[in-house]
């Protein structure tokens, strides 16, 4: 059962927008799989805004070099687009690992990147494309970078008045791309730990490297350092060893030494030494 | 109170709900649909599947208000009159059905499964069902019955 | 005709339409919502009950506490030991303190939300104690019970050894995990009696309990068995039966009740952890020449099943197997933890998990295949169990490895971290040492229909359609001229609990032989012979009253030497071998089952579709045991947090029938559901070890566990 509130169902973004800004002590209601769970244990609002009427935030369009994706694009629909599977692999597959197939086909995007939880399945690709945010509110419009837009366990920047609207992430052509999720069992469950690349590099060179780890820092992170190292590095054993341990060393200083790293670094290390190697391991 | 319109079954419902109204509640206590079960309430066990245009969704984690101008299919939908559906009978043929909680949703994921896919895998079938707890049967018979019925299905015309 | 043909369950019809009523489906006209207050600490004095809030609240009728009680405020299967609503003190988080009954649920639970205690905190028994020693929870100490079986001369044993492998295995807390959670609806029936529909796996003994509760006689009380959707030996013990039965009693109106999953996983009973220390010793030639096993069992605050597990797991310390010199000890210890309780195999799994990884170091250190150790020492017709008993018939132990062998022989690993592992199991069908009959009634009804009534419940293992298989073939009569009906204290009798795996095999005898006397009935009135109609018969006999046959049968067993355990604790066996193939990724530590080749000695199978699907889910089941499945008293609070096994995480399943024919059986027929699942987790551990060569000792081998075996083998190296 959950506690009492009003339900205000809307048919445009911008009424969305509106409703937002006129009620105090509103909530946003996408797939409901976060927020309704969260309800039944207790939290309340006065009012619940459904967005599923607002049509603006669905969809998926080509820019160019980026792909705009709409918030309120569920799991499944991501992970059975196209474009996306195209130029934003990691994406896809991370969406279609996400929870049960309910749950993909009830929860959005924009839902999970709000929610924020350290085990989001789709934060860790989407850092690997350098996604930007659009948030909207009545007052206007503004991006940001999702590694700055989430600053903690279920904690953004997002403001009382503000939608995330959609998502745009570089398309990354040309690039052997993946996501890997570790849970402890195979079908619906929570990510243990989330490992998401896109790697580019010719004649056995690194162009360009891409990782992203998650549920392991208090953010799922880029170990920029360990990247930077391997551009244009060869992919040989010692040099992809070394940038292992730089990966590792980078999530010892963001989070300390935790009980839970006894098991998660030495997967993070085994999955990037395969990945990193040339082992297929997605 | 608010008024809910939407399609269950095939039949045009209205209903009055309270805003806060979970769609499992409704069916159940407003509808006397029984068939959709209370497993967990919060979307971990799957026994409150409905189909909502054509998807599987977990009814304890829909607002009824959500379902407005939908679709909304139960296990109710699949049998006609003294005939049942073909799934329904390669459940009973195969031994999928024990305990039967989990059955009603078991046969709803199976039904959209076909209708997307017409001849679909093991692991298909497996993926599909993989938001769906089965205490008593261990899947095996309930993935057999689901291929077996899909030949019969396409033949059907559902 | 009936016997070994895949019958389509009699249930399964209103089960795919979604018309069965299951407990949670039941209502009333008029009916209130009960749900109960527990205790959120493990041990505490109730200092002050404050129910005030409660009846603020509007809606809310009654609150109930252990004072409204007109009779015995404790219950228990074995021993009477555990309250329904605590008095003073509470024992365990989740113990009932009151009930609260309210108009609706949501009424029913603000109130209960808004009750006040002021617990009196105690330091809590955590860990069980078996030096006796630490803090006890009662006066009387912390050893709940204490079980052992001696054969032999283990010492000697030993020193006659070549090998001696000794290891301690732990095993956790596991749920039930029924999908459906407890339930049930009460009310006052036309003639003033209570009636109570749940979800159960017995009513006869509900009916016991209700009546020492109200103190009032069994016949004032009617239990049904509602459709109930699971049970695995949850639904044994008094769930919401009581409370309903209190709530009907005080109020007079019909009562609805329904635990969250929340709620039930806090309160249902769990099964049993073990710490089991095991010792093996062996000769050259692979025979096992003593087993030493010293097991210790938390029980929580109460018994429960305590006392079956312990002497049930004591019994079967060595597996199937025969060994001359056995020294097997197991205590189960009081604790504040969750009350443990029956889930299926009592506490053999447990044990399987223990012998076989045992029986695989043995050949291991002999240079031995597992599959030559386990067929050399393996029980078969003429052999001496370690109570001393000579199984006489229906040991097909060794055949159900001869199944499984061709496969084993054959196995090959077709990538890294792939590995196969063997589980093997004995498993005694029904209670252990005590009698433990069944009764049934067959009765020639209006229109010449055969009616039969059973009082065992169909928890989804089938009875319903094997008993009705086994009246069918008896009677020799047609599938539409008989009727079931069950699980109705007005209309049947005792047929013991659906436990055990006893059912087909003690109810199924009981329905025979009150088939039987119907068909003697029968051929005297013309029926086999002179083609004379059931109707016709039913018509020139009706007036002479009712034409009921009654059926009885308890299995000739005897009880156990106290001292020694020697005796016969069970009349027949079941067998089985499970052969198990999994993949281990070493990076992440994640073990997949591929494939899985069981083998059963069922006796005779009554319907084989039925035993596949005990088999299949006794699998998964197994699986969980092994891999996934851990309740954390505070932590998995919901199935978000306990897993058990997706479709996913399900291997393929070739099942093998053996039919050993057990002679008291019904045609032959032993139990199936619990061995189902006894040996799978064994042979899942197993194949990890053979799979990554790490040994295995606690449960569940989780990714984390797994990983870490992983990697401290890499350093030790």
């Excluded at chain 1, 279920?154 to 995330?164: D, N, Q, V």
């Excluded at chain 2, 399609?7 to 509640?25: A, I, P, Q, R, S």
């Excluded at chain 3, 209309?491 to 087909?504: C, H, I, L, V, Y």
């Excluded at chain 3, 057990?662 to 006894?678: D, N, S, Y």
Aim: with cysteine; glycine share 10%.
């Amino acid at each position: 059962m959950l506690p009492p509130f009003s339900y205000i169902a809307v048919h445009s973004k911008q009424e969305a927008l509106t409703s937002l800004a006129s009620l105090a002590g509103a909530a946003l209601l996408a797939g409901g799989t976060d927020l309704l769970v969260r309800m039944k244990k207790g939290e309340t609002h006065r009012y619940v805004i459904d967005l599923t009427g607002a049509a603006e935030l669905s969809g998926v369009k080509d820019r160019g070099g980026t792909l705009r994706i709409g918030s309120g694009m569920t799991h499944a629909r991501i992970g059975a687009h196209p474009a996306i599977a195209k130029t934003c692999g990691g994406l896809a597959a991370a969406c279609s690992a996400v929870g049960s197939p309910q749950v993909r086909n009830m929860g959005t995007l924009g839902g999970n990147l709000v929610n924020a939880s350290p085990a989001a399945d789709s934060i860790a690709p989407l850092l690997v494309h350098n996604a930007v945010v659009t948030l909207e509110s009545i007052d206007g419009m503004r991006s940001e970078k999702l590694e700055r837009f989430i600053t903690g366990p279920y904690r953004t920047t997002i403001g009382k008045h503000e939608i995330l609207t959609s998502v745009e992430a570089d398309t990354l052509a040309g690039y052997n791309e993946g996501y890997r999720r570790v849970a402890k069992r195979a079908g619906w469950a929570i990510s243990r730990l989330s490992l998401a690349w896109a790697l580019n590099d010719a004649d056995g060179v690194f162009k360009d490297v891409r990782i992203a780890v998650g549920s392991c820092t208090p953010v799922p992170f880029r170990p920029r350092e360990a990247e930077a190292f391997l551009a244009g590095k060869g992919r040989e054993r010692p040099v992809v060893e070394e940038a292992v341990k730089m990966v590792l060393d980078e999530i010892r200083r963001i989070s300390g030494m935790r009980p839970s790293f006894a098991y998660k670094l030495p997967v993070v290390r085994d999955l990037l030494l395969s990945v990193l190697g040339g082992d297929s391991c997605s | 109170m608010k008024r809910v319109g939407f399609t269950l079954n095939g039949k045009t419902t209205t209903c009055d709900v309270e805003e806060n109204e979970l769609l499992l509640h409704t069916l159940r206590e407003r509808l006397s649909i029984a068939s959709v079960k209370e497993g967990c309430s919060i979307g971990e066990c799957g026994t409150c599947t409905v189909l909502i245009d054509n998807e599987p969704c977990y009814a304890c984690l829909t607002l009824t208000a959500k379902v407005e101008g939908r679709d909304v299919l139960t296990v109710e939908y699949l049998a006609h009159a003294d005939l049942l559906h073909p799934l329904q009978e390669s459940f009973i043929s195969h031994g999928a059905v024990q305990c039967g909680f989990c059955t009603p949703a078991m046969l709803l994921v199976g039904y959209s499964l076909l209708l997307k896919h017409r001849q679909p895998t093991d692991e298909q079938i497996r993926e599909a069902m993989s938001g769906n707890l089965c205490r008593c049967t261990g899947y095996v018979q309930i993935i057999e019955a689901i291929k077996d019925a899909a030949p019969v299905f396409i033949h059907s015309g559902s | 005709m009936f016997i070994g043909r895949d019958l389509d369950r009699v249930d399964a019809l209103a089960k795919v339409l979604g018309t069965a009523g299951f407990a949670h489906d039941l209502r009333m006209e008029g009916m209130l919502f009960a749900c109960v207050v527990r205790s959120t600490k493990p041990h505490a004095l109730l200092r002050d009950v404050d129910v005030s809030g409660a009846y603020a609240v509007p809606g809310v009728l009654r609150v109930v506490s252990h004072k409204d009680i007109p009779g015995q405020n404790t219950f228990g299967a074995l021993r009477k030991d555990q309250p329904f609503l605590a008095e003073s003190r509470v024992r365990y988080v989740g113990e009932p303190i009151l009930v609260v009954i309210g108009e609706n649920e949501a009424v029913a639970r603000e109130g209960a939300a808004r009750v006040r205690i002021d617990y009196g905190e105690i330091d809590a028994v955590l860990e069980p104690d078996a030096t006796g020693k630490g803090r006890q929870i009662y006066d009387t100490g912390s050893l709940m019970a204490y079980k052992k079986v001696r054969k032999g001369d283990v010492e000697k044993g030993s020193a006659a050894s070549d090998v001696v492998v000794a290891h301690t295995f732990r095993t956790t807390w596991i749920d039930h995990a029924f999908l459906e959670t407890e339930a049930g609806i009460g009310y006052v029936d036309e003639g003033g009696r209570i009636v109570i529909k749940s979800s159960t796996q017995n009513i006869h003994y509900k009916r016991v309990e209700i009546s020492r509760l109200l103190a009032i006689p069994e016949e004032r009380i009617r239990v049904v068995q509602a459709t109930t959707g699971g049970g695995f030996g949850g639904k044994l013990d008094v769930t919401c039966e009581g409370f309903l039965a209190l709530a009907v009693h005080l109020l007079k109106r019909p009562v609805f009740m329904r635990y969250t999953r929340e709620e039930s996983f806090l309160s249902n009973t769990k099964r049993h952890p073990l710490s089991i220390d095991y010792k093996t010793g062996a000769r050259k030639d692979g025979t096992l020449t003593a087993v030493k096993v010293d097991i210790t069992g938390d029980t929580g605050p109460y018994a429960s099943y305590g006392d079956a597990v312990c002497l049930r797991v004591a019994v079967h310390a060595t597996g199937p197997y025969e060994v001359p010199n056995v020294w097997a000890d197991c205590k189960l210890l009081y604790t504040n933890n969750p009350v443990s309780g029956a889930m299926r195999g009592f506490g053999v799994p447990q044990l399987a998990f223990a012998h076989e990884s045992q029986l695989d170091e043995v050949a291991e250190a002999l240079g031995m295949d597992p599959i030559d150790i386990r067929i050399r020492n393996g029980l078969k017709r003429g052999s001496v169990t370690a109570t001393g008993q000579v199984l006489s018939a229906s040991a097909g132990f060794v055949e159900t490895l001869k199944k499984i062998e061709p496969f084993w022989r054959a196995r090959q690993k077709t990538k890294k971290g792939s590995g196969f592992g063997l589980g093997c199991m004995y498993y005694g069908i029904g209670n252990t040492g005590v009698a433990n009959p069944a009764n049934a009634l067959v009765e020639l009804g209006e229109e010449g229909r055969v009616i039969l009534h059973t009082g065992a419940c169909e928890i989804g293992q089938g009875s319903d359609t094997a008993l009705l298989q086994i009246a069918l073939e008896t009677l020799g009569v047609a599938r539409s001229d008989v009727l079931l009906d069950r699980g109705d204290t007005d209309t049947s009798k005792d047929a013991g609990s659906s436990s055990a795996s006893r059912q087909t095999y003690i109810s199924g005898k009981a329905v025979q032989e009150a088939a039987l006397g119907l068909r003697a009935f029968l051929d005297e009135a013309g029926y086999y012979h002179r083609g004379r109609a059931l109707g016709d018969i039913y018509r020139a006999t009706k007036d002479k009253g009712r034409l009921l046959f009654e059926g009885f049968f308890n299995p000739p067993a005897s009880g156990l030497d106290e001292a020694t355990g020697q005796g016969i604790p069970y009349a027949t066996y079941a067998f089985a071998s499970h052969m198990t193939e999994v993949e281990v990724e070493e990076a992440t530590g994640a073990c997949r089952v591929k494939q899985v080749h069981a083998a059963h000695d069922v006796g005779k199978s009554i319907n084989p579709k039925a035993i596949r699907g005990q088999i299949c889910g006794g699998v998964a089941m197994g699986v969980g045991l092994a891999l996934m499945e851990e309740f954390i008293p505070g932590k998995t609070a919901s199935f978000d947090a306990y897993y058990i096994p997706t479709s996913l995480d399900m291997p393929r399943v070739e099942v093998f029938l053996v039919e050993d024919e057990e002679p008291t059986g019904p045609f032959g027929a032993k139990g199936v559901g619990e061995p189902a699942l006894i040996p799978q987790a064994a042979s899942v551990v197993n194949a990890v070890t053979d799979a990554v060569g790490v040994h295995v000792y606690e449960l569940p081998c989780h990714v984390e566990r797994l990983k870490g075996l992983i990697e401290s083998k890499k350093t030790t190296k």
